[in-house]
């Protein structure tokens, strides 16, 4: 049976099947992004940097930004709008974790959660001053702090502290509760931040939800990366998802707990199950440009089997499904040449499939659709619609 198509979508492929200016201009099927990682553990602390400035926001001075001076000349004055929802989450006691966050409506995939201004924003290397107690060895720190309104700073201070026996109880507070932000505009190092609510969301190697920061409204926001029925607790991932279980488990040993998540908790052939998957997504981009140029030689061979390119995309697919893991760094590629597939040889459903999920993880990961609810819209219109038919009449 044909999946429903939305009237939204049903009226984009209208306009785009009948251009008002005739052109008749095709569709680009996104190319994949591309992410950059990073590991915190390879990175050198700054040098020289200077002193660290503390900027807040106005009116109301809800967050404080530490920068290094350097990184100040090139940062956007701190006024921009606050994109505060609350709407669709609340705050509650889980049976066995501390606070969760849960929404209170059905949140579809890429669908928005909550979009929070962070407490603080500070580079991840800061300055420890060896000449003082080690309970005060952050003075730049606890400085930002109290410029916060009085609530904001008992939020803070609120927040769980899994590093007990640090000297210093802030440096301990971010530590357990930090989320990598990368890059400001014009800085040279790299930032993280700490929220109020956003803090609560707790940990799950097949997270059902992303983070990202939102530089328009110096806000986190919280995307749904599968569908979340009202009532069900969010999930975030605090490291890699991708590694083997003995990894993960030492990884979180940082935050003061064990994951007991339903992937975690495998034992015998099921764990080596997952773990031989979880190995597989973490390299799985390996081979991109291989896989990209057997696609492009498939399309223009008709005298191959129409699903010959498919197979190992697919089988991927099912890797993604089976952990519940769209890892950011690899999922888009296989979506992309899943969907050109199709759309090479005129199945305009299955183009329409993947997407249809490349729209709702690209909202999920980056906040924006990427161009990928035209192609869902009309796959017809893509510059790879009927190459298969195409090269076999030449």
Not at 70 to 79: A, Q, S, T, V
Request: aromatic share 10%; glycine share 6%.
């Amino acid at each position: 049976m044909a999946a429903e198509r939305s009237p939204h979508f049903e009226c984009i492929a209208r306009r785009m099947c009948a251009p008002s200016d005739g052109s008749g201009r095709r569709i680009s099927i996104p190319d994949p992004r591309r992410t950059v990682d990073f590991d915190l553990s390879s990175a050198t602390p700054p040098n020289n940097e200077g002193r660290l400035d503390i900027l807040t926001f106005e009116p109301g001075e809800d967050c404080v930004v530490m920068l290094y001076h350097r990184d100040k000349h090139g940062f956007p004055f701190l006024h921009r709008s606050h994109a505060a929802d609350s709407t669709r989450y609340r705050v509650a006691d889980t049976v066995s974790a501390g606070k969760g966050v849960f929404v209170t409506t059905d949140v579809e995939r890429g669908g928005r959660i909550m979009c929070e201004r962070p407490l603080v924003v500070y580079p991840q290397f800061l300055p420890f001053h060896r000449d003082l107690p080690p309970e005060s060895a952050y003075p730049e720190l606890e400085d930002a702090l109290v410029r916060l309104p009085p609530d904001r700073c008992e939020a803070f201070f609120g927040l769980a502290n899994s590093h007990p026996q640090d000297p210093s109880k802030v440096k301990g507070i971010v530590d357990t509760n930090a989320l990598h932000i990368g890059l400001l505009p014009g800085s040279t190092q790299l930032y993280a931040a700490v929220c109020n609510d956003i803090s609560r969301i707790n940990h799950s190697c097949s997270p059902n939800a992303a983070y990202r920061f939102d530089l328009a409204t110096f806000s986190i926001e919280v995307r749904a990366l599968f569908p979340i029925p009202a009532g069900s607790q969010v999930f975030i991932s605090y490291i890699d998802p991708a590694l083997p279980r003995v990894s993960r488990q030492q990884a979180l040993s940082d935050y003061g707990f064990a994951c007991a998540c339903a992937y975690c908790s495998r034992t015998g052939p099921t764990l080596d199950q997952s773990d031989t998957r979880r190995a597989l997504i973490a390299r799985a981009d390996a081979g991109h440009a291989t896989r990209d140029a057997a696609l492009e030689r498939w399309a223009d061979d008709p005298d191959m089997p129409d699903d010959y390119v498919n197979r190992v995309d697919k089988m991927y697919m099912d890797l993604f499904e089976a952990e519940q893991l769209y890892y950011e760094p690899v999922w888009e590629g296989f979506a992309t040449r899943l969907c050109k597939a199709c759309c090479a040889v005129e199945d305009a459903e299955g183009a329409r499939r993947w997407a249809r999920l490349a729209r709702a993880l690209s909202c999920a990961y980056t906040g924006d659709e990427r161009g990928w609810a035209a192609v869902e819209a009309a796959p017809e219109r893509t510059e790879w619609w009927g190459r298969r038919r195409k090269a076999a009449t030449r």
